[in-house]
């Protein structure tokens, strides 16, 4: 199953909110917060959110013409991203189904 050897990395930027970024097997980030928290904890629970029934993905095109997914939650605050852009939107769905996408 793709995603099965990820790791994850909780980190504090330069403004010291904790972020975390989702690493494959072969060094590609994957994922990462779209956001900075103020707390270890709030940014761990996001990291492992996993599928909620009431987020909403959302699937584009960039400037560059590449792919990209956007995950919202019920509260309007974005919870995800794509960290780059794909060659197409089944590849966008395929790294967005790592953070909790379902079809």
């Known amino acids: ?3 099965e050897n990820d790791t994850f ?3 504090q930027d330069k403004k010291g ?5 989702r690493t494959a097997s072969n060094g590609n980030i994957v ?8 707390s270890k904890k709030a940014c761990e629970e996001n990291m ?7 987020d909403k993905w959302e699937f ?13 939650a019920s509260n309007g605050n974005v ?4 960290t780059e852009g794909y060659s197409s939107a089944a590849y966008a769905k395929e ?3 790592r953070q909790g996408y379902k079809e």
Not at 17 to 21: A, C, D, G, V
């Open 48 to 54: 492992h959110r996993g599928y909620v029934a009431t």
């Open 95 to 97: 790294n967005a189904a």
């Open 17 to 21: 909110e904790y972020r975390w970024r």
């Open 9 to 11: 990395e909780v980190y």
């Open 60 to 72: 584009y095109t960039d400037k560059a013409g590449e792919h990209r997914w956007r995950r919202t």
């Open 1 to 3: 199953m793709a995603g």
């Open 31 to 38: 994922g990462a917060s779209s956001e900075g928290y103020s």
């Open 79 to 82: 919870v995800g991203a794509s």
